[in-house]
């Protein structure tokens, strides 16, 4: 069973950027919907963001318009850039697949390692 592997996260000061990455052969919105989720010490995990089998994106409405998913491919990576960051958005970040069918989820369902991302001065 192949699995997800996230990567890119950092500390970072109120204001600063990352770009997290989601690679794994097969993974790609050609055939399956990919999720960025996040989970703060102490909080439930949270969804933050999809790219979905029809190239739409979706976004929680906390990180609208400083976050954005894109993918590459040839890679088989998704990313997130993470702009405009905040300590609010210090947590730790997952991709896992939210749709395209069986194969999708058996390959790619599972939480990963997961990126930590912090964000402080």
């Known amino acids: 069973v192949q699995a997800q592997r996230e990567s890119g996260g950092g500390s970072v000061q109120p204001g600063g950027s990352l770009r997290l990455s989601c690679t794994a052969p097969g993974f790609t919105s050609d055939r399956c919907s990919v999720g960025w989720y996040r989970q703060a010490a102490g909080k439930q995990r949270e969804w933050v963001a999809s790219?979905?089998?029809?190239?739409?994106?979706t976004y929680r409405d906390s990180v609208k318009g400083r976050f954005t998913v894109s993918e590459d491919k040839a890679k088989d990576t998704t990313y997130l850039q993470m702009n405009s960051l905040n300590p609010e958005d210090t947590a730790m970040y997952y991709c896992k697949t939210v749709g395209g069918g069986a194969w999708c989820w058996s390959h790619f369902g599972e939480w990963g390692q997961g990126t930590q991302v912090t964000v402080s001065s």
């Open positions: 790219l979905n089998t029809d190239s739409s994106t």
